[in-house]
Nanobody, 123 residues
Framework: QVQFVESGGGLVQPGGSLRLSCAAS????????MGWYRQCPGKERELVSR????????YADSVKGRFTISRDNANKNMVYLQMDSLEPEDTAVYYC????????????????WGQGTQVTVSS
C-alpha cells in the first residue's frame, strides 16, 4: 500500500502565502506524476499542479505565476506547493496525489490520494 502525509493548510488573508507538503511512502517503485488537485464545494476536483518524473512542473492557468511546485532534495517522494498571492478563489480542499508503479512488472500507473488539507483564503 501507499501512504501520504500532508501538511500546511490553514487560514490566510488574501495576498498571503501558504506552503503545502506531501510525502508518499510504502510500495513505490517509481512515480510518474505527483502533485495536487483541489476541490471547492459543489465543484469537480481540478488539477492544480504536478511534477513529472523528470522534475518538469505543470500548472493550471489559474495558478501560474503564483504557485510553485518543487521536490525535496533528500526525499524524491516528497513534494511542496508554495502558494503566493492567494485569492479567495483558491479556497478549497487540496488533495495530494501520485500516479505511480508499485513494482517493475506494473504496466500501468496506479493513482493514490492523500486525505486532503483545507486551504481558506479570507479576510
Amino acid at each position: 500500500q501507499v501512504q501520504f502525509v500532508e501538511s500546511g493548510g490553514g487560514l490566510v488573508q488574501p495576498g498571503g502565502s501558504l506552503r503545502l507538503s506531501c510525502a508518499a511512502s510504502g510500495s513505490i517503485f517509481s512515480i510518474t506524476f505527483m502533485g495536487w488537485y483541489r476541490q471547492c464545494p459543489g465543484k469537480e476536483r481540478e488539477l492544480v499542479s504536478r511534477l513529472t518524473s523528470d522534475g518538469s512542473p505543470n500548472y493550471a492557468d489559474s495558478v501560474k505565476g503564483r504557485f510553485t511546485i518543487s521536490r525535496d532534495n533528500a526525499n524524491k517522494n516528497m513534494v511542496y506547493l508554495q502558494m503566493d498571492s492567494l485569492e479567495p478563489e483558491d479556497t478549497a480542499v487540496y488533495y495530494c496525489y501520485a500516479d505511480l508503479k508499485r513494482a517493475p512488472r506494473d504496466r500501468n500507473d496506479y493513482r493514490y490520494w492523500g486525505q486532503g488539507t483545507q486551504v481558506t483564503v479570507s479576510s
